[in-house]
């Protein structure tokens, strides 16, 4: 199979270059620039926007195309910030359109990065895809705005917006901060704790787009969540149980939203998404309870 992935060097993108290479397959990783330090492999391409205006004929007969870029979330939300947010989502799907028209021969699907923030939040609801948007803030906004983008960019080809929650790594994304106060011995609640917190293993992320390509029943939303979504007191319990280390100072509302602004809003407010159409579909998760993810990723340190 030979797969092609915008955005290809970020957190989940690098996981499944290894996940696809490691079973043969042919990679292609598109981005704004090269990489300075790129391993070899015999199966892997780099390339640029720019060179593929004047050369595509490498990503010709792709199977799929996986379109993870865009800029953070995770920065302060200054009007010009925000600005670059939305802007960038836009812009990717804009130059991944452009480039399947440039294509005789299109991959047969486009995997296109989303968030489980279109539900809105909520204490109380559960959210699955069949769930309306439900644009209450600037992540929401942003993220309807992203996928009516990409309804009308990947026209005549089938499409999965992958809806993501919290991803957790070792590496990079939010697990590495959220784990840190509790080995400094300082881990506790965020705001009240009772928000509900959507996660996902890496692992299972990559299995899951891995999967919604092999089968052509899927399409539209998929939650790129564990079936076991916990809040955030619990979330904050299960990291001090698997590390060993005590949950007990809670982190105030007012000092998170002077430190970082409305960026706060991620994590004091949550909503309670479930995978059904990963599960309809018979995609089963290698890591479906919280405490085995992170032991897990705390074996692999």
């Given amino acids: 199979m030979k797969y092609v992935i915008c955005g290809g060097t970020g957190f989940i993108g690098s996981e499944l270059t290894k996940y696809w290479l490691q079973a043969g397959n042919e990679v292609a990783i598109v981005g704004r620039n090269l990489p300075t330090a790129a391993p070899y492999h015999p199966k892997l391409s780099y390339h640029t926007w720019d060179s593929l205006k004047a050369d595509h004929a490498t990503l010709e007969n792709a199977d799929a195309l996986v379109n993870l870029a865009g800029a953070s979330l995770s920065q302060r939300w200054s009007p010009s910030g925000k600005k670059a947010i939305m802007q960038s989502r836009l812009a990717t799907v804009s130059a991944a359109a452009k480039l399947l028209d440039s294509l005789k021969h299109k991959p047969s699907v486009v995997i296109q990065a989303s968030a489980v923030a279109i539900y809105g939040t909520s204490l109380q609801d559960t959210f699955s895809e069949s769930s309306p948007a439900h644009v209450m803030d600037f992540p929401s ?17 089938r499409l999965i917006k992958l809806r993501t929650g919290v991803v957790l790594g070792n590496e990079s994304g939010a697990f590495p901060k959220m784990k840190l106060p509790y080995l400094l011995g300082f881990g506790g609640n965020i705001g009240t704790g009772i928000q509900w917190v959507p996660w996902i293993h890496l692992t299972d992320i990559v299995r899951l787009i891995d999967f919604c390509i092999q089968n052509p029943a899927i399409s539209g939303p998929v939650n790129a969540t564990a079936p076991h979504p916990v809040t955030n007191e619990a979330f904050g319990r299960t990291i001090g149980k698997v590390y060993k ?43 479906p309870t919280l405490q085995a993810a992170l032991e897990d990723l705390k074996s692999q340190k």
């Fill in 141 to 157: 906004e942003v993220v309807q705005t992203w996928e009516e983008a990409s309804d009308e960019a990947y026209q005549d080809i």
């Fill in 245 to 287: 280390r005590p949950h007990w100072f809670p982190l105030p509302a007012f000092l998170l939203k002077t430190a970082v602004g409305e960026l706060s809003e991620i994590l004091l407010k949550g909503q309670r998404v479930l995978p059904a159409a990963a599960l309809e579909q018979g995609f089963s998760f290698t890591f």
